[in-house]
């Protein structure tokens, strides 16, 4: 008997979810329940149709939510599933047939999380030398998901994660502050997992393709390189501030990366728009930081006292 929950987070991806669906009811062994944490206002009737049939049947739990956030559908469905794992998985990817078997027999005692293996586009499975991934100031912050060989890491990819739900809840789930593209809440949720005691387990035999699909999502929110929005960039700043010492250095790096890149020296004119994207999303992120965390529950977490080299 399965004892995991699937719960796919959905924003305006109407026909690839369905597709993603038809794949995972086809598991070997299928998954306890799927639950659908429905972002999208709505659908064309057909599709509409098929989701309520299903639903009807007890095939998939389908819950909507009246506005788009990623780390509020997942700390949703974190709340709604009924199994001890939840495998958490993209609305637009290729699972293999024993996805959530994998991830299930990964478990031990002392293991809060699994990512699995996650080829996007283009990608191949490849082995990366063990001394390029791990030691860093970063603490592997830029781990290859489509890797080879299973291991402890300390960061995740929201696409094909489980964990543990009444650990995860214990921590507070998702960060609710990581808003719109949410960019680095998953890394955040990693750290707090392992500075809690929890162990993260890279488990290459539970592997999707992730296609990536270009609208909905949090593609929804436009190209990062041309915007003037700070969507994209006060996700990374919000992370730093709680988990990157000094923060000014990383700060820096991030905004000359940014910035200076082959896209923007072929296209000029966006210049001045992503250097704004960037101060505002700075500006953002430290408003956010001095809130306090939003976590599941509606439970708060108040930043530290202002000292350290990171304010």
Known sequence: ???VSIAIPTYNRGPILIETLELLLALTPRAAEIVIVDQTKSYPPELEAKLEAWSRDGSIRWSRLPEPSIPHAMNEALRLASQPIVLFVDDDVIPSSTLALEHERAYTDDVW????QVLQPGEQVVHFDEANM???????LEFHFNHDVAGDVE???ACNLSVDRDRALSIGGFDENFLAAAY????DFARRIVDAGGRIRFEPRANIDHLHVPTGGVR???DHRRTAAPTHSAGDYYFALWHVHPFARYALRRFIR????RYHLRHPLTIVPKIVAELRGLA???????????????????APPSSGSHR
Do not use: C, Q, W
């Open 1 to 3: 008997m399965s004892r």
């Open 284 to 302: 953002l992120a430290r408003r956010l930081y001095r809130r306090g965390r939003r976590l599941a529950g509606g439970e708060s977490f108040a």
């Open 113 to 116: 999380a699994v990512v699995g």
């Open 220 to 222: 929804a929110h436009g």
């Open 258 to 261: 940014n910035v200076a890149t």
């Open 134 to 140: 791990h030691g860093g100031p970063l603490r592997d």
């Open 155 to 157: 960061n995740v990819i």
């Open 184 to 187: 680095r809440f998953e890394s």
